[in-house]
């Protein structure tokens, strides 16, 4: 049952005057826009204002067609399918024009100390037992304060075993020194090389989903501020997003099934047609700081 009178019956005087046309809701289909329902009512020129408001508030298409010479209209509204409010409680309007979903992608600059192949390396490294750097966040200080003094043009650096010496530094050196701590030498080879050309950072592919939800001005829909800042595993953005509007089955991409969702803050504006626009959006990437954002939520 849509929230929209229904003109059906015979000839007669609604309790506001107006004369009903018999229209029982004609449907119409166009596979870009949906279906949407159409009717027809017979109105004085009085109700003009009150009905051309009540539509505008609904969102609905509409035509105002004067007859002949008399002070009666013809107006003929058409609605969309997603204003029928079966399965909805009393007194909530859940209206809603158009919902578009889409995956788009994004580019992160990371620094090079972020690759994954490092991270990796410095994560499995074996430190020095009984002397400095004794820890795995040791080793990268180590090695990270040796490669930029090396690109500064110095040639040596202080032993952190040994406060009161310095050790000589070179290319070679550096990357003999990681391979005793068990990591690998092609890897830091072509790493120094890299920082060696000045380059510092790299483009990581990414995707941002987006949803645009175009709304009545009497909806009650409001815009999604639970959560905002905070991680989703795939699941729990699904339990999420089925909060205010699943994604239909017909969308055309599938979500990664690792990585993880931050949800960004929604923007929210009002349309010179008096409808309102909500428009969400999340990033992923395989890997964030928890540290940072929280333990993500799975459901």
Known sequence: MAIYPRTTGTLG????????????GKVTYDPKTGR???????????ERSSWEDYLIGIGAEYELDPIGNTTLFWVTWRTPESNDTEGIPSGVIKLELTTTWSIEPIELSRDVWELPEIIRQLSTCTPNQSAEPNSRTDVKLFLKGMIDALLRGLSTYPDPANPNDTLDISASMIVQQAVGFG????????????????????????????????LPSNSSVLA???????????????????????????????????????KKAPSISQNTSGS????????????????IYGTPIKS
Do not use: C
Not at 36 to 46: A, V
Not at 276 to 291: K, R, T
């Open 183 to 214: 990591m690998d030498q092609t890897t830091w080879e072509g790493f120094i090389d890299t920082l060696a050309h000045n380059t510092t950072s790299w483009l990581q592919s990414s995707w941002s989903l987006k949803r645009r939800m175009v």
């Open 276 to 291: 309102w626009e909500i428009n969400g959006e999340w990033w992923w990437a395989e890997q964030y700081l928890p540290f």
């Open 36 to 46: 949407k329902y159409e009717n027809k009512i017979k109105i004085h020129r009085g």
């Open 224 to 262: 999604d501020l639970e959560n905002v800042n905070r991680l989703f595993t795939p699941s729990g953005l699904l339990t999420d997003l089925q909060a205010q509007s699943g994604i239909p089955s017909t969308v055309r991409f599938a979500l990664p099934t690792n990585g993880y969702w931050l």
């Open 13 to 24: 005087t609604s309790g506001s005057g107006g004369l009903y046309y018999a229209a029982d």
